[in-house]
């Protein structure tokens, strides 16, 4: 076993490698670690500042921008590794050996840009397709990253209490959010949102308005309609 304090965030690759993203506070130390598959019997840093616990860089990496707070990480199809790097405000991608930063205005390193400010990043995930998204707690919203521009999904930045009958069914973006936090994909392309101050999950599902329930709720029936613009044969497999 290696020594891992304050783990914030995990992240697989497709060759099984674990991924870790440290936030020890107490010791001011900021790092993303890597412990290779399939032993994991040793961690090396990735990103951020090498420590006593983890004095070295992963092979390739002679230096890594120093991070504040990291938590969420996440690996798209095409191996980039994505940091929400909470306390700079930013999310930071490493492709390979080298460090980038698509989303956000980084405040440690004025790295990014600042139309796609960001307050609090905490969460990030990728699906199938590629497409990034970003859990901003202090703006209490969700974002997808859209051709280099930030798509609001989720949330109207504002914070409130869950209320089924307000907020079930609507669109995603017309509703509080409060305490939002992890976030998932599935297959098909679904985004599960943690919203713990609510202590609720909720489903985003793009183009419909599905309910916000609690782990282990039942959803009520959805209305799914369709816009025709063309003439066409329409066949519905169930």
């Known amino acids: 076993a290696s020594v891992t304090p304050a783990?914030?965030?995990?992240?697989?690759?497709?060759?099984?490698?674990?991924?870790?993203?440290?936030?020890?506070?107490?010791?001011?130390?900021?790092?993303?670690?890597?412990?290779?598959a399939?032993?994991?019997?040793?961690?090396?840093?990735?990103?951020?500042?090498?420590?006593?616990?983890?004095?070295?860089?992963?092979?390739?990496?002679?230096?890594?921008?120093t991070l504040d707070a990291p938590t969420g990480l996440t690996i798209d199809p095409l191996g980039n590794l994505y940091i929400a790097d909470s306390g700079d405000a930013c999310v930071r991608r490493l492709s390979g050996v080298t460090t980038s930063t698509p989303v956000g205005?980084?405040?440690?390193?004025?790295?990014?840009?600042?139309?796609t400010a960001l307050q609090k990043p905490v969460s990030v995930a990728?699906?199938?397709?590629?497409?990034?998204?970003?859990?901003?707690?202090?703006?209490?919203?969700v974002f997808e990253l859209v051709s280099g521009q930030?798509?609001?999904?989720a949330g109207n930045g504002t914070t409130a209490a869950y209320n089924s009958t307000n907020q079930d069914e609507q669109a995603a973006v017309t509703i509080p959010l409060n305490g939002a936090a992890g976030l998932?994909?599935?297959?098909?392309?679904?985004?599960?949102?943690?919203?713990?101050?609510?202590?609720?999950?909720?489903l985003l599902t793009e183009g419909l308005n599905f309910p916000s329930l609690g782990v282990g709720s039942q959803s009520q029936l959805q209305v799914l309609q369709f816009v025709i613009t063309n003439a066409v044969d329409l066949n519905i497999a169930w």
């Open 7 to 36: 783990p914030a965030g995990l992240a697989l690759d497709a060759r099984g490698n674990l991924y870790i993203a440290i936030n020890d506070a107490a010791d001011s130390i900021y790092q993303v670690l890597r412990s290779t």
């Open 38 to 65: 399939p032993a994991y019997s040793s961690v090396c840093v990735v990103s951020g500042a090498t420590s006593t616990n983890v004095p070295t860089y992963c092979a390739g990496i002679a230096s890594a921008p």
């Open 105 to 115: 205005l980084c405040s440690n390193d004025s790295t990014g840009s600042a139309t």
């Open 126 to 141: 990728s699906d199938a397709a590629g497409h990034l998204y970003i859990t901003d707690t202090t703006a209490a919203k």
């Open 150 to 153: 930030l798509l609001d999904i």
């Open 184 to 202: 998932a994909t599935d297959r098909a392309g679904n985004v599960y949102l943690a919203e713990t101050t609510n202590n609720i999950v909720r």
